[in-house]
Nanobody, 127 residues
Framework: VQLVESGGGLVQAGGSLRLSCAAS????????MGWFRQAPGEERELVAI???????YYVDSVKGRFTISRDNAKNVFYLQMNSLKSEDTAMYYC??????????????????????WGQGIQVTVSS
């Protein structure tokens, strides 16, 4: 399955963006989906996860501001980002992972060799 992100760009601090991740094929219902981000000179960071039961996880820095959701019928998942801050500036990657990495506790493992990864999309927040 190939994943393609859209919806990134330049926004002022306090603004909103909605990232979309569209799959070229069917994402299995037992997969978990998530978003990672990586800023220049920084390590890749797990931002949000949604599992097959719609349970979610958010890194502390985005709680209350970001919302992850999925539309299985359309094979698309989203990251709604509100109240954006300059520190949210990064390349954002959407990821779909099968079991056993499809749990909140295991999704962060396996690196880029596990699951399907998008090519990344830039989000830049100006202060």
């Amino acid at each position: 399955v190939q994943l393609v992100e859209s919806g990134g760009g330049l926004v002022q601090a306090g603004g909103s963006l909605r990232l979309s991740c569209a799959a070229s094929g069917t994402i299995e219902s037992d997969n978990a989906m998530g978003w990672f981000r990586q800023a220049p000179g920084e390590e890749r960071e797990l931002v949000a996860i949604i599992d097959s039961r719609d349970r979610t996880y958010y890194v502390d820095s985005v709680k209350g501001r970001f919302t992850i959701s999925r539309d299985n019928a359309k094979n698309v998942f989203y990251l709604q980002m509100n109240s954006l801050k300059s520190e949210d500036t990064a390349m954002y990657y959407c990821v779909a992972k099968p079991p056993p990495y499809a749990q909140i506790a295991t999704f962060r493992f396996g690196g880029t060799k596990v699951g399907s990864w998008g090519q990344g999309i830039q989000v830049t927040v100006s202060s």
